[in-house]
């Protein structure tokens, strides 16, 4: 191996190098084999105060090393007996970073690896994923292009999955205790020419689903497997992966042109058909005289729903009409507008390039106010691919017609259904209110035979009234006639009475 990697240590950052050095404990015996430079031996005797030995088969790298190793071997570790090399030597750990991929047969090396552990000794190990998301989507392109450097390293001669180097370790006597990664946005990587929106979305579904989907490398650390009792081996837990786009805000003072240090990043998530991103713009000395909206970092298609600029106080100094043609006539590049008709309420924008750009059409006077600073807000689509397009304007609306058509079918039943038992009702309630009706007629008669009833009691009543009348002036009459008859049987008796005295 004539190539020599070198790689920054950052301790704090999220690496496999760095991963590894945080595994290390303080003064430790450490074995480093495939050393390279000596950036992680050098470090862990700086900041650790570690013992280092170490292997590396390229001798340049292995002098650069040396000053901070206790004994470098400049030997190739196809063919070195580490344990003659290192007779009588235990380490605590024995470090294989980036170093197990590049070997014809690393099951010769691991076996010489039980050996040299010290009791509670470990093995730590990074390896490239070769199940990364990336390497995947290259290979359904037909694509599998080795590089300098990266996962498919022109170096690298074996290829390992979790499960495949978990194998590989426990045939030679060494068992993982635990599992660690380094992750890398698809973005990031040497993978960043394939387009995820363009693969079928239930296939993207089902590689992204993964745990392992954006894991560039694992970090493995490993025991003798006699001295770990056997149990379920570990799983890798990683949060979810998000693949995202960048849109990228611009301002100029005037006279000046664009410039990169002059520019606000916000990311999108691919696959959310409406979402919101928010620019931030930074307090200015000299307002700008126009902003630039860069709209994603890629070619396809984007649905613009909404622009609006606000500044610090977040007050509304300007906002998009809605209208195709007032974005349509601003300067840009690699961009162009489909006809409304095809988007009514809104904007369909077809990204021709990796740099699509429009200025936007804010007045002078809305940019003055964000002396203080603000923020740009959209509302957009992600930039579907046109194949994405077709589905979504032929599969979708068929699907959307056959739900509407069982919505329909349902509908109609339902409404059959309704018919039929407010038809059963209105038998109901008709054969009720015709014996109501009966019931009416029936009333009636005996309405009129009470009315002819009353009629007959009243001419009754009339007769009894004059026969009581009469018998009352008869009465009246033998009363006169005995008035009369007294009076005069009393007068006879006074005048009997008087011709007696």
């Known amino acids: 191996m004539s190539h020599v990697y070198r790689r920054p240590l950052d301790p704090d950052s999220l690496d496999s190098l760095a991963k590894l050095a945080r595994l290390v404990q303080p003064a430790s ?18 900041q650790l105060g570690c013992t280092m030995d170490g292997v590396e088969g ?23 007996n580490l344990t003659e090399r290192f007779s009588g030597c235990r380490y605590d750990f024995i470090l294989c970073a980036d170093i197990l991929e590049h070997l014809r047969r690393p099951g010769d090396l691991l076996a010489q690896l039980i050996n040299l552990l010290a009791p509670n000794g470990r093995v730590l190990a990074s390896v490239p994923n070769v199940a990364y998301a990336g390497l995947i989507a290259d290979l359904l392109a037909g694509e599998f292009r080795y590089r300098p450097e990266g996962l498919l390293d022109e170096t690298h001669l074996r290829f390992f999955t979790l499960t495949s180097l978990g194998r590989l370790l426990e045939q030679h006597g060494l068992r993982v205790i635990a599992v660690d990664a380094a992750l890398r946005d698809v973005r990031e990587s040497e993978f960043t020419d394939r387009y995820w929106d363009a693969l079928p979305p239930a296939l993207t ?18 025991a003798a497997a006699s001295e770990v009792a056997e149990t379920i081996p570990p799983t890798l837990t990683c949060p979810p992966p998000e693949l995202r786009f960048a ?10 042109p664009y410039q990169e240090r002059a520019s606000s990043v916000a990311w999108g998530r691919l696959g959310e058909a409406r979402q919101s991103v928010a620019l931030p713009l930074p307090a200015f000395q000299i307002s700008p005289e126009a902003l630039r909206l860069d ?59 990796e740099d699509p750009c429009l200025e936007l059409p804010i007045s002078i006077a809305a940019l003055v106010e964000l002396r203080e600073g603000g ?60 014996a109501r009706s009966a019931r009416e007629v029936d009333l009636e008669r005996e309405l ?5 009833r009353k009629a007959e009691l009243e001419h009754q009543v009339d007769a009894l009234r004059a026969q009581l009348n009469e018998q009352g002036a008869e009465l009246a009459d033998v009363r006169a006639v005995l008035r009369r008859s007294w009076r005069q049987r009393l007068w006879a ?9």
Do not use: H
């Open 205 to 222: 579904r089902t590689l992204l689903g993964r745990p392992e989907a954006l894991v560039y490398q694992f970090i493995v650390t490993a």
């Open 493 to 501: 008796k006074l005048r009997r009475w008087r011709d007696r005295t």
């Open 375 to 434: 923020e740009l807000r959209l509302e957009l689509s992600w930039p579907m691919s046109l194949d994405y397009l077709a589905l979504v304007q032929d599969c979708v609306p068929r699907r959307d017609a056959e739900a509407a058509r069982a919505d329909l079918a349902r509908r109609e039943w339902e409404l059959k259904t309704s018919v039929t038992a407010l038809m059963e009702r209105n038998a109901g309630l008709e054969s009720a209110l015709a």
């Open 29 to 46: 015996r450490v074995l480093d084999l495939g050393a390279g430079p000596g950036v992680l031996g050098r470090y862990l005797v700086e």
């Open 58 to 80: 390229n001798p340049a790298a292995a002098a650069e090393a040396a000053p901070w190793y206790r004994r470098m071997e400049c030997a190739d570790l196809e063919r070195v």
């Open 295 to 353: 709209l994603a970092d890629r070619p396809g298609l984007i649905r613009l729903y909404a622009l609006e600029l606000y500044d610090r106080a977040d007050r509304l100094l300007w906002e998009w009409d809605g209208r195709r043609d007032s974005l349509a006539m601003q300067p840009g590049q690699q961009l162009a507008f489909a006809e409304p008709v095809l988007s009514p309420g809104r904007a369909t924008v077809l990204l021709a390039g």
């Open 448 to 452: 009129a035979m009470l009315a002819t």
């Open 247 to 256: 849109c990228q805000l611009f301002w100029r003072s005037p006279g000046e």
